[in-house]
């Protein structure tokens, strides 16, 4: 069974500077999919950013950019110039490229709440 | 824009009564899915369905079950509430087969069981 940790609970970073969440996974499958969510304080989870496991270069959204590692299984964010509007708890997730099923559910590791200080 | 709305932002219920929490999508989306969020643990599956009338279980499902009547809308059903029901619970829905990852998500029901 696939699993996702996120190390770090809790993170803080200055407005204007950049921080980096972490997220290992393990898994036995060559090809998945693996995601960045955001949840605002009280507002609903909306997708950060996405990554295909077959794709070598890095996903990147405005300001926010991941560095996928594949053979050490890491996929961490990186947010650059942080903003007020940045803090939130972040959930790294993953799911499988099979069709259908069990592999349309994602795996979620247990957040990192991130504070940012102006 | 899609849009995933849940019929309570706030519940509390007794212990002992049956507790239905409902979703409605408006994004045509095959899959829908029930989560729970509790502090230090994520996010945790109980119920999806990738068709009407179709469900399948998740890695918590006990305690729950779900109906899917229609497309649109996906029910999470607490059949005798307990105490340790009182979570945050999250409804989302995405497009199914390989059209899609991404799932959207609803803006939560906070359920306290007293």
């Known amino acids: 069974a696939q699993t996702v940790t996120q190390s770090q609970p809790e993170m803080s970073v200055q407005e204007a500077e950049t921080v980096t969440l972490s997220c290992t996974y393990d898994?036995?499958?060559?090809?998945?999919?693996l995601f960045w969510y955001k949840q605002p304080p009280s507002r609903q989870m909306i997708l950060v950013i996405r990554q295909e496991a077959y794709k070598q270069q890095n996903a990147t959204e405005n300001r926010f950019s991941v560095n996928f590692q594949k053979a050490a299984k890491s996929f961490s964010l990186k947010i650059s110039d942080s903003q007020l509007g940045d803090a939130a708890m972040y959930f790294c997730?993953?799911?499988?490229?099979?069709?259908?099923?069990?592999?349309?559910?994602?795996?979620f590791g247990t957040g990192t709440l991130l504070a940012v200080q102006p | 824009d899609v849009k995933v709305t849940q019929s309570s932002r706030y519940l509390v219920k007794r212990t002992g009564e049956k507790v239905f929490l409902e979703c409605v999508q408006d994004?045509?989306?095959?899959?829908m899915f029930w989560y729970r969020q509790d502090p230090g643990l994520g996010l945790r599956l109980i119920y999806f369905s990738y068709d009407v009338k179709m469900k399948e279980k998740g890695d918590i499902p006990e305690g729950y079950s779900v109906s899917r009547e229609k497309k649109e809308r996906f029910s999470l059903i607490l059949e005798s509430a307990s105490t340790n029901q009182t979570s945050m619970y999250l409804c989302a829905s995405s497009f199914g087969g390989f059209r899609t990852h991404e799932q959207y998500f609803g803006p939560g029901t906070r359920l306290t069981v007293t």
């Open positions: 997730a993953y799911r499988s490229r099979g069709y259908g099923g069990a592999t349309n559910k994602l795996i």
């Open positions: 898994t036995s499958e060559s090809d998945y999919y």
């Open positions: 994004m045509d989306h095959e899959n």
